[in-house]
């Protein structure tokens, strides 16, 4: 066996784990609570071998950083020690290989990091033109490991753009009206599913990973946003505010089929699916903390 | 800073941590200060007891929150719908669907404007009314040159017993990367007028940022003498001669507000219920405003809630201000949107349920607005040329909207309120007439917005 096939079968045995150990966890539909702190946290993220969830958190008035969960044991960590600025948005290559985040960088602005954890950690960075306070949110790699997506606040506005995992080779793949947000890259790499507010107010969109055939998935009168593609390809997880407050809505990727995954008057947000695509991570807020919870697909 | 002690507060676990103070330069002293006493009657005769300004500084988006454009062209009205007020003709933004619900206990004046387009000096405007006349922060001026603050006017016209006059509720001097906020404070009228400065973090402990109390000194060793003495020997012992006499001031202000039982229970969030708690929200800003709707129920004369200490949000230091330059649309969905709707709207219930909206004036607001017209990276910039402030309570006629923007949110259409017409109104409504402006030689020639009572 090929040392890349024995990597993939010690990740996969080693989600199987995790996921059992959830799974045991878990009271059929009842939301599992996976933090207690009750800081503000951002755009959680499982790690590619699947036993770990990384995301943003308020951890002091004025810095964002990036944590670590680890599911066997519940026990975390700071993922960048040695970053004192503002950390949001982390993204993991399928591979493992690649860890990205955003940083701030002064002035403002937040540029792209990208390390090579197979090459001693290398990083290479990705400044987005358009000046001083342009930035580059909300990240998704490409299934093959080689292409970041990303929203790219530039000189074309608020657009959908990816480079390589080397920081290079800048494409454009958005340029439409309005802004263009929260790029999700469909498990077989051919599509990507957004936000936009061409139309109006933000709703959910679908195009080929060249930014050609754009179709709307969604038509809600208040905003659709962070939609993610479920691991299958078959479904998508997003959040709106078309019941009042934030909650998470699953539907299928033709945009049919749509049912609704929360019920609470407080927020539910940042759905990210867990790698089997059977639970729904996100961050909600109960009795006004933030945490992390992993809920059912409806 | 010098360490001069600590006390307990406990946590809404019910758990005892401690709170430092500490001291240093920018010591709030805005309580017993002179020239006043023979006003101490005026707060019956007034309106407002208490004023409770909420202090957005950055800029916030008018067109994001309470002013949208929904018809505006796609490079203006930004990517968030709208939604029905019960105030007819009144529309918000998607982000304020609490707000919006509430809209017939307060009043929106949709036309303010204010003189300047930097963070400091159209802050220094906002909160003093006037521009200083050697041009301010921005244009090489020197501190200490704005008229004194709205909330250092009514600490001064109405000074209280136990609690200062004038707190402002922040991590810090309020200001930009560049430095703070001149006309935060006394300005013509010395340091002395400055507010008193509270920080309350997200857990609920509350402390004092310019004091630092000797280590092991609670509230209730505070009012043992002897102990404060040694402790003092041992700070005295550390410092050289100017250092002391201008701790020994300090600490002397500090001591007297510490000790008083007023203060002391005023700054203890435990004493509220979880459930209130929780409606604030676990984050500073949430807890602050609740700090802020006690320090009123103390009675206090003026409370600011700060959002943030610095207005940028992406600076290492920074504390995510309003100054959305950057991802104005991103910032807006994932945080200020949510938490401010969640935050004043339960302030307004609180103060509403307790029955002190009735005597107390509540003000949101901040410097300026933000570009109407999307910036080239798809976010907005600063426009001091058509704002929002949002009013509330004693003497105020809920349910109104005040003026009209241009289809574009660009400029009003009606007549503009200024600054100076926002801190005349202020002060009609806590009681300082014309008369006694006139005599304390403050906010004259200008007028009370007189649409809104």
Known sequence: ?298 | MIDIGSFPTRDCGGMTRRSFLKIGATLPVACGLPGGAEWLGAAEQSTAKSVLLVWLGGGPSHLDLFDPKPKAPSQFRGPFATLQTHVPGAHFSELLPRLAQRSKQFSLVRTNINHEGGHRPASSIALTGRQAPDGGEDRGGKPGQYPPNFGSILARHRPSSDLPGFISLARGPIGDGVGPVWGHGGGTWGKGYDSFMLDCSRTGQVSIPALKLLEGLSPLRLSDRRAMLRQMDRARRSLDRSEFQEWDEVYRRAYSLLTATGASQAFDLSRESEQTRNAYGHTSFGQSALLGRRLVEAGVPYVQVNWSQYVEVFFPFSDYGWDTHSDNFGLMADWHGPLLDRVFATLLDDLGDRGLLETTLVLLMGEFGRTPRINNIGSRDHWPHCFFTVWAGAGIQPGRVIGQSDPRGEHPLTDPVTPDMVGTTILELAGMHTARRAEMDVLQGSRVIHELL
């Open chain 1, 1 to 298: 066996m090929s040392s890349c096939k024995s990597r993939y079968l010690l990740l996969l045995v080693s989600a199987l784990v995790t996921w059992g150990g959830l799974a045991n966890a878990l009271v059929a539909g009842k939301p599992l609570r996976l933090t207690f702190d009750g800081k503000r946290k951002l755009s959680p993220a499982y790690m590619s071998a699947g036993d770990a969830i990384a995301y943003s958190v308020h951890e002091v008035p004025n810095q964002v950083i990036i944590k670590r969960l680890k599911l066997p044991d519940r026990s975390q960590d700071v993922l960048f020690p040695n970053d004192t600025a503002h950390q949001f948005d982390v993204a993991f290559s399928r591979d493992g290989r690649y860890w990205s985040y955003c940083r701030s960088a002064g002035v403002r602005q937040l540029i792209l990091v990208v390390i090579d954890t197979r090459d001693n950690n290398r990083e290479t960075t990705f400044l987005p033109s358009g000046g001083q306070r342009s930035t580059v949110r909300s990240l998704a790699f490409t299934p093959d490991n080689t292409r970041i997506v990303f929203t790219l606040s530039g000189e074309r506005g608020l657009q959908i753009a990816s480079v390589n995992v080397g920081c290079q080779d800048l494409k454009h793949i958005t340029s439409s009206e309005g802004t263009n947000y929260w790029p999700s890259v469909s498990p077989d790499g051919k599509q990507i599913v957004f936000s936009s507010s061409r139309n109006g107010a933000y709703d959910i969109y679908v195009m080929t990973a060249n930014g050609d055939s754009v179709r709307r998935l969604t038509k809600s009168p208040t905003r659709d946003m962070r939609p993610v593609w479920s691991p299958d390809g078959t479904q998508i997880a997003f959040t709106s505010a078309r019941d009042g407050n934030y909650e998470i809505y699953v539907m299928s990727a033709d945009g049919t089929n749509l049912r609704r995954a929360t019920h609470h008057s407080e927020s539910d947000d940042f759905p990210t699916w867990q790698p089997d695509g059977r639970k729904i991570l996100t961050v909600a807020q109960r009795n006004g903390r933030y945490d992390l919870y992993v809920i059912d697909v409806p």
